[in-house]
């Protein structure tokens, strides 16, 4: 533990963020931050800023003290503050976020153990939760994956939020190996910085980023040493052009919970790219068809829920083992993924019945080029589209705002009461 915390305090000193500008930034944000905490003898912190290096180096600055840490979207609207009230205690400290500042935190729940990581999930796939991880759990969670890659420093590239376990991991990654890491923009339309190494570099991207670099043509990505795409399946098209375009794609699975990755397949023609090799810190086993987990990374619970004991975890995947691997089935509930983003269907059907101006809502996942799926809505409603688009951006966050409204009298249905699906997506074709 001793070694991890020294180093992160040598991310000031040493040229850990590939940009010079970003390796500044971070550096006077640490700075700042460690001297703020200083100065403040109790509380959780919780940071939410959208600025990704400043919330690196407030999280890291708050880790190596010891506190408590909450992780929270900048993405999240009312909706999903009203549930992180309900969780974070009123001692918490807000750092450097404006949405947070606004908010009256009155979680009941006491105060979480000093060097809690308390990570988000949920949101568009359910209600809000926090994942309790430590130090220790994320430190497993690298150690298991470098020695995938065969050990050595991990160098990566980043488009992602790091508010979420999957950006953060790989900051984790390259900062507690001795690794370099480039923050680049989230369309991957940005050139590699001078001196930053591709070709040992891992990416990691959800299918819609994927899809529109390789529709830029002659992408970086070819020269990565992995390209990792998760957030659920990804189109048989999407993963044919990447191969064809020379780019090293791995299919992961992997959970907030888990620390992020548990299995990675190597997409090549002829591969099933939902049967992947498990990384070597996972004991997985498969029971009534569902996937359950165990090992050092493992969460140790929800915040606000009893803590997990010493023992498998049910992942809530469907899966099965063939021969040492593990298979992905997808989620045993109805989620639709866009953009590498999980949205409970049934959630948000009862968030647009509740609206005043629709009646009653269907929700599903239509194909889509770009997203994976396409969040679509038919809805009874006397509103135009137009005033539901507006609606929605006041009250969903983004991955969840439907693509495509259908505005019906009443929703097809089949003489049992089913939706009637031939209907719908005809329905679909004329608007």
């Keep these: 533990m001793g070694q991890a915390l020294s180093r992160l305090q040598e991310l000031v000193t040493r040229p850990w963020l590939a940009c010079p500008e970003q390796?500044?930034?971070?550096?006077?944000?640490?700075?700042?931050?460690?001297?703020?905490?200083?100065?403040?003898?109790?509380?959780?912190?919780?940071?939410?800023?959208?600025?990704?290096?400043r919330f690196l180096a407030s999280a890291f600055a708050a880790i190596e003290q010891g506190r408590a840490v909450f992780l929270a979207s900048p993405a999240w609207g009312a909706h999903e503050w009203r549930q992180a009230e309900a969780l974070i205690p009123p001692s918490a400290i807000v750092w450097s976020n404006s949405a947070a500042a606004e908010r009256t935190f009155h979680g009941n729940f006491g105060e979480p153990e000093p060097g809690s990581i308390l990570i988000p999930t949920g949101g568009t796939g359910g209600r809000i939760k926090f994942a309790v991880h430590t130090l220790a759990t994320l430190m497993a969670s690298v150690r298991g994956y470098q020695a995938h890659w065969s050990g050595g420093a991990l160098n990566a590239i980043c488009p992602l939020p790091v508010c979420h376990i999957g950006g953060l991991m790989l900051a984790l990654r390259t900062a507690l190996t001795g690794g370099r890491l480039w923050l680049c923009d989230a369309r991957l339309e940005e050139t590699p910085p001078p001196g930053f190494d591709l070709g040992s570099a891992h990416c990691s991207v959800v299918g819609a980023q994927l899809r529109r670099a390789l529709d830029q043509g002659g992408h970086w990505l070819s020269q990565c040493r992995a390209v990792l795409v998760g957030g659920g399946p990804s189109a048989p098209e999407l993963l044919r052009d990447a191969f064809e375009a020379g780019i090293p794609l791995y299919t992961a699975y992997g959970l907030t919970e888990a620390a992020a990755t548990v299995a990675l397949n190597q997409v090549s023609p002829g591969s099933d790219p939902a049967v992947g090799d498990v990384l070597p810190h996972w004991r997985v086993d498969v029971a009534d068809g569902l996937i359950r987990l165990r090992g050092e990374a493992l969460f140790r619970g929800y915040w606000g829920q009893a803590m997990r004991v010493d023992d498998f975890w049910e992942t809530g995947d469907r899966g099965e083992l063939l021969d040492g691997q593990l298979k992905v089935l997808g989620r045993a509930g109805r989620f639709i993924v866009t953009g590498g983003r999980k949205v409970d269907a049934d959630l948000l059907e009862k968030r647009l019945g509740s609206w005043p101006e629709i009646d009653a809502a269907l929700v599903f996942g239509a194909p889509h080029r770009e997203w994976g799926e396409a969040v679509t809505a038919v809805v009874v409603s006397s509103s135009s589209v137009a005033e539901l688009v507006a609606k929605a951006k006041e009250e969903l966050m983004p991955e969840m705002r439907p693509k495509q409204w259908i505005c019906v009298e009443a929703i097809p249905q089949t003489e049992h009461g089913k939706p009637d699906w031939p209907a719908i997506y005809s329905l679909m074709k004329s608007t």
């Design 23 to 53: 390796q500044s930034h971070f550096a006077e944000a640490y700075a700042a931050a460690a001297k703020r905490l200083g100065n403040i003898t109790a509380g959780p912190v919780v940071i939410g800023d959208a600025d990704r290096v």
